[in-house]
């Protein structure tokens, strides 16, 4: 079982920065990479970012690549996403998760696929 927390969402104007934490918790959490997915209103879910547990290697999808940066404290079980120069494209629930593989392929998978357990959601609103 995992348990995650995500925070940091909120309203921010169109290339401002927000930062998105994720704590993790769970006793079976070291069998898990770190994964970050998002839900525009009206859209399905998407793959964002995702870090692994063996050796921090993170992949990103295209829309995101060179703006979002996925860090992460696995000593600590924290998971961070730096979001610089947001765009209105960017409103979206985000959902820190939990998945068995961070590949930059599993993140254009169909999301209920590839995550084994999603955390409760943190609004992003980024305004023009």
């Known amino acids: 079982e995992v348990q995650l927390q995500a925070s940091g969402g909120g309203l921010v104007q169109a290339g401002g920065s927000l930062r998105l934490s994720c704590v993790a918790s769970g006793s079976a959490l070291n069998d898990y990479d770190i994964g970050w997915f998002r839900q525009a209103p009206g859209k399905v879910r998407e793959g964002v970012s995702c870090v692994s547990r063996d050796d921090s290697t993170t992949h990103y999808v295209a829309s995101v690549k060179g703006r979002f940066t996925i860090s992460s404290d696995f000593a600590k079980n924290m998971v961070n996403l730096q979001m610089n120069s947001l765009e209105p494209e960017d409103t979206a629930v985000y959902y820190c998760?939990?998945?068995?593989?961070?590949?930059?392929?599993?993140?254009?998978?169909?999301?209920?696929?590839?995550?084994?357990?999603w955390g409760q959601g943190t609004l992003v609103t980024v305004s023009s």
């Open positions: 998760t939990a998945l068995h593989i961070c590949e930059e392929y599993y993140l254009t998978y169909t999301p209920e696929d590839v995550v084994d357990y």
